[in-house]
């Protein structure tokens, strides 16, 4: 097809080197830095997987201390970015308000906008991962009209997420340390994936030298769509749909119609061909966290097992090679610890922060230059305007 290789959704085109994170889509693997997703979903916590993406190796006990530290000391935001939430009708999608207000940090951190400084970088990722829960949690608090909740540094990264979600100020609120754990581990299982939309779209945006926030911003847009982030929500609201068992054989021949747009939500990936292994430590911790809270009859959960069990059995599936991928089991997570369906992509894009600003900052650390695809036109010849 001419001077240019044609790879529409860039499914066999390599568009950067990276030692983030590593990928076997046949065998179900995933590494950071060399580390398998099942070790760390284990043996770590979220912020020491931030520190393993954003520096390449594991903390020394003493370098994480310092690192909690320095996250810690970030988890404020600017009092006149609070004022920018009463833009904003009550109703609005918790994601066009993180559209709005991530990139709005470029304007606070002035000095964040040096991205050639590797030190100016290393602060502003503490600034990212550090303000999220925070903006986050404002959202949630602002669509229900109770006041926002300051952080609490003294608190784990989950814990202080949770108690901005659901405290108020006028009642102790106590984390259930089981519920923190597993919001953690969601945290971690969705830390980082190579070179997905928002990754690229992050990278794509940074190789032309725009700052930091708005790049995250950029992918927190690409992020919010249901093929890629969007999809925990859209597995919440198709178990919703389908209601009730008896309809699932309905909701499977639509997926399976090629006259119907419809797709199983939490189902199949670009990359996977035989399991996601992010899901199957999402599926442990969905029954462990329904069992911990007495709801593992829940009739959602019902729903979503009888319908993996289906696909998992049925040709269609099994021949494309269609698994039940990280979002299948999120939602279910997310809701049963309480957090509303329209927050579940906002909490994908808390947890992707991470390996956002990790390739941003390894596009910056190294020769680079601004990315530029071309395309194969297929328009109109030359014309002339009619006289
Ligand atoms: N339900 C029904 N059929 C499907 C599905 C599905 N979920 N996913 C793919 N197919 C079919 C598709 O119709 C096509 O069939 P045919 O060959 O007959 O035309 C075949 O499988 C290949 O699909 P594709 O669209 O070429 O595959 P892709 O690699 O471009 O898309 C995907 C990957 C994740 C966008 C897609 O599987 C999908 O839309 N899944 C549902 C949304 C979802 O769960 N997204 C979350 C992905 S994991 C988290 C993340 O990355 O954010």
Redesign the pocket.
């Given at each position: 097809k001419g001077l240019f290789t044609y790879d529409p959704?860039f499914?066999s085109t390599a568009a950067c080197e990276s030692k983030i994170t590593y990928i076997d889509g046949a065998n179900g693997i995933l590494l950071h830095r060399g580390y398998p997703i099942e070790q760390l979903a284990e043996k770590s916590d979220y912020l020491e997987v931030c520190y393993l993406l954003l520096n390449g190796e594991l903390p020394t006990a003493e370098q994480k201390e310092t690192f909690v530290n320095t996250v810690s000391n970030h988890t404020m935001v600017h009092e006149q970015l609070s004022q920018f939430f009463k833009g904003f009708r009550r109703d609005a999608h918790p994601m066009a308000i993180m559209c709005g207000v991530v990139g709005a940090l470029s304007a606070f951190y002035h000095d964040s906008l040096d991205i050639n400084n590797p030190h100016h970088r290393e602060v502003c990722a503490y600034r990212l991962i550090a303000k999220m829960p925070t903006l986050a949690a404002m959202c949630y608090k602002y669509s229900i009209g109770q006041p926002f909740m300051h952080p609490q540094n003294e608190l784990s990264y989950g814990e202080n997420f949770l108690r901005m979600m659901f405290g108020t100020p006028c009642s102790e609120y106590k984390v259930n340390p089981v519920l923190a754990r597993a919001m953690d581990r969601i945290f971690i299982l969705h830390a980082d994936?190579e070179q997905?939309?928002s990754t690229s779209t992050v990278r794509l945006a940074g190789s032309s030298g725009a700052n930091p926030f708005a790049c995250i911003a950029a992918g927190i847009a690409a992020?919010w769509g249901?093929?890629?982030?969007g999809?925990n929500e859209?597995?919440l609201t198709m178990l919703d749909e389908i209601g009730d068992e008896s309809n699932i054989a309905e909701f499977i021949e639509k997926?399976?119609d090629?006259n119907d747009p419809f797709?199983?939500?939490?189902?199949?990936?670009?990359v996977y061909r035989n399991f996601?292994p992010r899901a199957k430590v999402m599926k442990k911790t969905c029954d462990e966290v329904l069992a911990l809270l007495g709801i593992e009859n829940d009739p959602q959960l019902r729903i979503a097992k009888r319908l993996e069990q289906i696909a998992l059995e049925d040709d269609?599936?099994v021949q494309?090679k269609?698994y039940p991928?990280?979002?299948?089991y999120s939602g279910i997570i997310l809701k049963a610890i309480g957090i509303p369906t329209n927050m579940f992509t906002v909490i994908?894009a808390l947890s992707r922060t991470i390996g956002w600003i990790s390739h941003w900052n390894e596009f910056h650390s190294s020769p680079n230059k601004i990315g530029r695809p071309r395309q194969l036109y297929t328009g109109e010849k030359q014309r002339d305007y009619p006289a």
């Open positions: 959704g499914v994936h997905n939309a992020l249901p093929a890629h982030g999809a859209a597995v997926a399976k090629p797709r199983l939500m939490g189902f199949g990936h670009r996601d269609y599936f494309r269609l991928n990280v979002d299948f994908f």
